[in-house]
């Protein structure tokens, strides 16, 4: 188990940029990785970008990839997302998500119901 807390939601126009973090505190010998979800009303939550703390390793969605980066801070535990030339599309409740272990079949990372830790979301709006 993992303490996950998002933050940077926010209102931004069309071609705007947000950062999101989310602090994580992670057991002691936790391996987790750690993926940005999101999820707008009525849609499924679906992965945006991921990172393994541990190696560095990142993957992102093919809509985001282009635009938005995932980064960490490992003295702090926290993870960003940077999220640039966002589109209305985007708007949605970010999540911060966790879990000690991902299928190894490629787009596992974006499926939610392998994440076993969620934060309580920041929502980010695009207007226009």
């Known amino acids: 188990q993992v303490e996950l807390v998002e933050s940077g939601g926010g209102s931004v126009q069309a071609g705007g940029s947000l950062r999101l973090s989310c602090r994580a505190l992670?057991?002691?010998?936790?391996?987790?990785?750690v993926a940005w979800f999101r999820q707008a009303p009525g849609k499924q939550r679906e992965g945006v970008a991921r990172?393994?703390?541990?190696?560095?390793?990142?993957l992102y969605a093919d809509s985001v990839q282009d635009r938005f980066t995932i980064s960490q801070d490992s003295a702090r535990n926290t993870v960003y997302l940077q999220m640039n030339s966002l589109k209305p599309e985007d708007t949605a409740k970010y999540y911060c998500?966790?879990?000690?272990?991902?299928?190894?079949?490629?787009?596992?990372?974006?499926?939610?119901?392998?994440?076993?830790?969620w934060g309580r979301g920041t929502q980010v709006t695009v207007s226009p």
């Open positions: 998500a966790a879990t000690t272990g991902i299928p190894p079949y490629d787009g596992a990372w974006k499926d939610a119901r392998y994440f076993e830790n």
């Open positions: 990172i393994n703390p541990s190696s560095g390793r990142i």
């Open positions: 992670r057991d002691t010998n936790g391996r987790y990785f």
